[in-house]
């Protein structure tokens, strides 16, 4: 999975827009704006490369963004399970390690909402 943002890219900005945390073992990689601007004008298939992680981000965000404003209450739970399972752990089992409230913060529910979605979800199985 990759994650590139270029929020504080522009001239002038220097301020970091949001902040990110990982679910798993991950490596993060600064790159000076100056060298990757450069990059970018020098190195057209870099270019491209770019402009297809951020396109593939942004279908990411909107996917998110839908599931929060349109999805009930399973769907989003369901929706951020399902999330976790094909883009960050790849398998169809996991240890979920993610706390209930970090759930809630992630489905826009309350825990004890996420708490009893999961026990429905169980109980269906």
Known sequence: ??????????EGNNTFLYSASTYIDSTAT???VEIFKQLIRMNP????????ILNENTAQVYGR???????????RVA??????SQ?????????LALSR???ADLTGLS???????LKEFKEEK
């Open 30 to 32: 600064l790159i000076d």
């Open 111 to 117: 825990p004890e909402s996420v708490i009893r979605i």
């Open 87 to 95: 883009r960050i752990y790849k398998n169809t089992t996991f240890n």
């Open 101 to 103: 409230n970090d759930l």
């Open 45 to 52: 298939k870099f270019a491209s490369k770019i402009i297809n």
């Open 65 to 75: 963004f839908f599931a929060l404003t349109r999805k009930q209450s399973h769907g």
């Open 79 to 84: 929706d951020i399970l399902l999330c976790l």
């Open 1 to 10: 999975n990759r994650l590139l943002t270029l929020s504080s890219i522009y």
